[in-house]
């Protein structure tokens, strides 16, 4: 396994070096960093102007301007910002800010998944089972924002004129200025979480649900399965340790790339609900011209990309110990 390990990492290598390439090339060649400057009435003084050709290298090559970066970034320097400001700190900060919403939805989806996949699959044609057909295509053919939108009408709006206060948030990540104890700063984070999260978590729940279903169902039908329940091993251990188990290998691939696409930024539950997160901070970048946001945006998903892949592959031996790593 160590050796598997080792060469993945290693190829791994050569292509986040490979996408920082092509990311920097676009990004260098896509539009101006200087013209949020250029564009200023009275124009600013060239000093202004120098000070920023010299904080992102404009003054150098493509290849060498690339290079400085590469170098920067192996030692943990992510550079500045075309304002000015450190790129590092604020990836840390926004990240911070998606890695809370996905985990919660992730876990969500995932618990939802399984359990409305297997019970649809051990209750094929059931009422439970074209009620969750149903459900899942659903949420599957409604557009995130659509989905975003209602959650703010009929769960926020609603629950909170219920109730008689604000309990669930419609806007941003956290309260500015927020004062008060560990269970003000809690009620308050997650009164804002609640809407972002059930977003996501229900659009995910409704995909990752019919791939439950139906490797359960290729599963239950196996012959290996015939031949432990003709054995005599009890139906709950059937079912969990041999049906459940093998069940989820084909989860497991599209969750771990899910996951690790949705740390680079769910752009649009993001957008709607105003979280400054990840996704949110590409936008920025892309919109500004700033080779630096993007970059550095680009390098954590790409990163986790990677791991979560390599998790994935680790997780298939754990789950069926038939598999070997050459």
Do not use: C
Request: hydrophobic residues 55%; without cysteine; positive net charge.
């Amino acid at each position: 396994m160590l050796g598997f390990v080792v060469r993945r990492l290693l190829g791994s290598v050569l292509v986040l070096l490979a996408s920082s390439v092509i990311v920097f090339g676009l990004v260098a060649n896509a539009g101006n960093p200087l013209a949020d400057l250029q564009g200023r009435q009275p124009p600013p003084p060239p000093e202004v102007f120098e000070l920023r050709r010299t904080q992102l290298n404009l003054d150098k090559p493509v290849v060498e301007r690339y290079t400085i970066w590469l170098g920067n970034f192996v030692t943990g320097e992510m550079g500045r910002t075309i304002d000015g400001r450190e790129v590092r700190p604020m990836l840390w900060a926004r990240f911070k800010v998606t890695l809370r919403m996905v985990v919660l939805a992730v876990a969500l989806a995932l618990a939802l998944a399984v359990s409305v996949g297997v019970l649809s699959a051990v209750r094929q044609y059931s009422v439970a089972d074209y009620t969750a057909t149903f459900t899942g295509f659903l949420f599957l053919s409604m557009p995130v924002f659509w989905l975003a939108l209602l959650m703010k009408l009929f769960l926020a709006i609603e629950f909170n004129d219920l109730v008689g206060s604000t309990v669930v948030y419609t806007v941003g990540h956290e309260t500015p200025n927020l004062q008060g104890g560990w269970w003000t700063q809690f009620k308050d984070t997650a009164g804002h979480a609640v809407l972002p999260v059930l977003t996501l978590a229900l659009i995910f729940f409704a995909q990752w649900s019919r791939y439950q279903r139906a490797a359960m169902l290729d599963v239950l039908n196996s012959d290996y399965l015939r031949l432990a329940k003709a054995k005599g091993l009890r139906p709950r251990r059937v079912m969990v340790r041999h049906a459940l188990r093998n069940a989820l290998i084909p989860l497991t691939t599209v969750v771990a790339i899910d996951f690790a696409l949705l740390i680079g930024g769910a752009v649009i539950t993001e957008a709607v609900f105003s979280w400054q997160g990840m996704g949110t901070m590409l936008i920025d970048g892309i919109f500004t011209y700033d080779p630096n946001v993007v970059l550095a945006w680009l390098m954590v998903t790409a990163v986790a990309v990677v791991v979560f892949n390599l998790v994935a592959d680790l997780l298939y031996g754990v789950l069926d110990p038939r598999i070997r790593y050459g």
